[in-house]
């Protein structure tokens, strides 16, 4: 008998001796309505396992429940393996884009949302992701052009706001980006810096909107808005899109609410041979 995962022994080989080389018809069918993110990993799957596949939704489709996501055809034990990996390649990042479609919608056009996060995923994960969130209609960089980002500990090693952005400034036609936590002053000092030392876009990082109202307030007062743009994160949830689209904000920077998405539900059945 086989050894399985973990050095258990398989028993689909004894359970399907007698049915080995038996075809049958498999339909993935979802459980709720979302955004179908994934198909081309489905397809890649498939053609690994030696499955015919029937039919696969396309990618962005809007999926209903009870609508059917793929299709193929398979010996059992190539229907057994489908079910341990196509079905995680369909259903994570669909989740993901559904997840993603859901921000877009409610931001409608403005703030513009972003999704940074998928940079904190394992290397195999980090394409499917960012694709589920392009597929959702969100963005996965925060700037449309070239952009050189300074993040908190980039602006920690180079000794603060002026001189990481002193450092930037040989990087001509470059957006540049830096992330305001309040470290060297309070939120509205270090956005006046940034803004006067040649950020592109400012992010607040905070978590906190009324950093963000502040941000604003202070870059109009000083004459800075104009050329700069307020990005605003920190485990942004869906129910704060509707007051955050009441301020002065131009990019939403949405983390684990788009990555962290549960599955989108769907299930395996084979319905015939």
């Not at 055809?73 to 669909?94: C, D, F, I, Y």
């Not at 949830?237 to 904000?249: F, G, M, P, T």
Request: charged share 25%; net charge neutral; glycine share 12%.
């Amino acid at each position: 008998m086989a050894v399985g995962i973990n050095g258990f022994q398989d028993v689909r080989e004894e359970l399907f001796r007698g049915i080995a080389g038996k075809l049958f018809t498999v339909h993935v069918v979802a459980g709720q309505e979302g955004v179908v993110s994934g198909s081309d990993d489905v397809a890649r799957e498939a053609e690994k396992l030696g499955i015919f596949l029937l039919k696969t939704a396309d990618e962005g489709t809007w999926a209903r429940e009870g609508e059917i996501l793929a299709a193929f055809r398979g010996t059992p034990h190539q229907v057994a393996a489908a079910e341990e990996s196509m079905l995680g390649l369909l259903a994570k990042t669909s989740g993901i884009a559904t997840a993603a479609r859901a921000f877009v919608d409610l931001a409608g056009g403005r703030p513009r949302v972003v999704c940074g996060a998928w940079k904190k995923m394992p290397p195999s994960l980090k394409e499917p992701v960012r694709r589920a969130v392009v597929t959702g209609g969100a963005h996965f960089r925060i700037a449309s052009g070239p952009f050189v980002y300074l993040d908190k500990n980039y602006v920690r090693m180079l000794g603060g706001i002026r001189k990481a952005l002193q450092a930037a400034s040989s990087l001509k036609g470059h957006t540049k980006v830096i992330q305001i936590k309040g470290e060297y002053g309070d939120v509205a000092t270090e956005v006046c810096e940034a803004a006067s030392c040649g950020a592109g876009i400012v992010f607040v990082d905070t978590g906190n909107k009324d950093d963000v109202r502040l941000a604003s307030e202070v870059l109009r007062d000083s004459g800075l808005r104009e050329g700069v743009k307020i990005a605003f994160g920190g485990n942004v949830r869906l129910e704060d899109v509707a007051e955050l689209k009441s301020i002065d904000v131009d990019i939403l920077d949405v983390g684990r609410a788009i990555v962290d998405a549960p599955l989108l539900d769907m299930r395996m059945e084979v319905v015939g041979t």
